[in-house]
């Protein structure tokens, strides 16, 4: 069953990966499409700057829940190098459920704000701001399947990254 977990995730974070290139891919296109309107086109479409800022914000809360998958977060490295390493994997066990409890209020309190977010256009898009703040709900989402993966595993006693 584990292997199929592995699996299913692998493929939730290849999915999200190219999520954040096409982000990464809009940020860029509408960054570079809004100088070289300014200066050249003279076009009378004046949304590039709120495109990309809507990008941007899909890119750190989904590059948030990969970098948990991939146990890229920011550590202090005085304390690790300090810690035995079972203490260590007590620690990690015990921040993964931490942070799994604040994605899951974050995922409960973020719909109520989706919805409010209906009613406010991005001026010069097609946009509401639901499109903004639900990247907050996808980035938790996506990091409650990976931290909740990583749990499993480390119950399971199997190594994760941080401890192989």
Do not use: C
């Not at 891919?25 to 003279?42: E, I, K, P, S």
């Not at 499109?131 to 749990?151: E, M, N």
Request: aromatic share 8%.
């Amino acid at each position: 069953m584990i292997r199929h977990l592995d699996r299913l995730e692998a493929a939730i974070a290849w999915l999200a990966r190219a999520w954040l290139v096409v982000m990464l891919a809009v940020v860029v296109a509408f960054t570079f499409g809004q100088a070289l309107d300014r200066y050249a086109v003279h076009s009378q479409f004046n949304a590039h700057d709120q495109i990309a800022k809507l990008a941007l914000v899909w890119l750190g809360f989904v590059g948030f829940a990969v970098a948990i998958r991939d146990d890229a977060t920011i550590r202090v490295d005085i304390i690790d190098a300090r810690l035995p390493p079972r203490l260590r994997a007590v620690r990690d066990a015990l921040f993964d459920l931490a942070m799994l409890g604040l994605m899951a209020l974050i995922q409960v309190k973020a719909w109520p704000v989706i919805e409010v977010g209906g009613n406010l256009r991005i001026l010069g898009t097609p946009f509401t701001a639901a499109v903004t703040y639900a990247a907050l709900a996808a980035g938790s989402a996506l990091a409650i399947v990976f931290l909740a993966l990583r749990l499993l595993r480390r119950l399971r006693g199997v190594a994760t990254a941080t401890e192989s």
